[in-house]
């Protein structure tokens, strides 16, 4: 992956709008078609990677339709149906916005904003760490592979499962102390760096805001 | 003469178990030196002890004529200290190459543009600038170690530790290495099973074992002994 192509909507801007598009999204107490104007506009700038993200969404909405499906036994459909419909709309806001960002970029961004350095450098290195342990998951699924191992509901397989996430924690304490001496050996002074420019707000950026303001404030075509 | 290093009766041991005991070095400002020494036998410990990552467990380490005693000790002299990790991906705090580069430079307060060139001209000198904007997860074994190895002698630190670093590094890559290692007018202790590449760039060579360090001279480099004899505070190459 290269960093050079810029992503068509500015982190900075993007950070802002997910913030505002969700908590006001997430104060509503009735729904409109008009609120996901932005995202039919987010959608057309990422349409390349669409499925993707729909598929992104669908996995995050496991746990959403369950929760709704709770909410609906105990005969608070409206709720329920809120519930779906507010937190699809944040998701889908945010994965359309982030999609192709990496954390870097996003805690750049965050800095940019002056969020608090503390807040930028933890964000940073929490989705570095979780990065390395997928990385770790994905070598163990492959030696398991080339090792020929075929889980089974018998011991062995329990056991390796369970020497694996034993050594997923031992690998994540090792990295987090590797990373401790990294930062002291390199003269980490609580701030991340970065080379690149800030990136000129486009088109794309006036646009979405705008978008942004229509779809929270101007509501049309009454859901629920 | 000065000495960058001096290390009296160190000893170490790694969960109750002693490496060794009795550890004696002495490095002279500029020297280049080797160590050598089995799989397990403690060179990462010891270059960590230098690092200030880690305290021996009793003996005297001075840095720059500082003694050090605790790691609070240390703080003064980090930034005039550069380490190589012997497993690259430990090394980096940024994900894109160029950005990890400039780490330590826009860390110091450098500005970011006398950062970007100094970086640009690294990463030329190390034949990899087609790597600058890639994400350093994703290069080759052999890549992210030039990458740290970049990411270290930008600083220009005034003792450099390097573990392990010719790990992953083709034949042409480990001439090169060679040359810039040669050039670099620092000193330098290298952890290496690479005889062959130590013989051709450091003044001496010590064998770690349980009873301490046995330094030999390394006669084996023509270059370094021509500088040795001519040696009087400015390098004089051929
Ligand atoms: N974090 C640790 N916890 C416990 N023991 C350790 C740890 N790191 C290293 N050791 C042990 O300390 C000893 C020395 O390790 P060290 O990494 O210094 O060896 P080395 O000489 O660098 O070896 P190599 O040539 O393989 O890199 C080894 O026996 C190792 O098992
Ligand atoms: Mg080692």
Redesign the pocket.
Known sequence: MDQTSHPPITPCVALLLALVYGCTIALQTHMYVSMSLILFFLAWLKRRFLLIIFKRLVMLNTLIVFIALTLYWQHQEHLAGLMLLRSNLMLLCILLLFHGCNEFTIAIAMQRLALPHKITTLFFFTSKSIFLIRHELVLFKNTLRIRGFTPKTDLLSYKTLAGFIGTLVIKAL?RS?ALQKAMLLRGFQGEIYTLSRRQSLSSNDAIATLLTLISLFWHQGYLL | MSCSLTMKNIS?A??G?T?YNGITLNLSHKEKIAII????????????MIAGLSLPQSGLLELFHRPMRSLDDFKTVRTMIGYLF?DSDNQFLAPIVEDDVAFSLLAQGISKEEAALKTAMMLQDLGIAHLAKKVVYHLSGGEKKLVALAGVLIAEPKLMLL??PTNGLDNAMQQKLVAILRKIDKSIII?S?HREFLESIVDKIYT?TQEGLHGTFNASNPQKSYIWRTYDGHETTL
């Not at chain 2, 020494?37 to 960590?48: D, V």
């Open positions: 090792e102390v | 170490a790694r969960n178990v490496l020494g089995p799989n397990g036998c403690g060179k990462t410990t010891l270059l960590e012997q573990d392990e952890v099973h770690m």
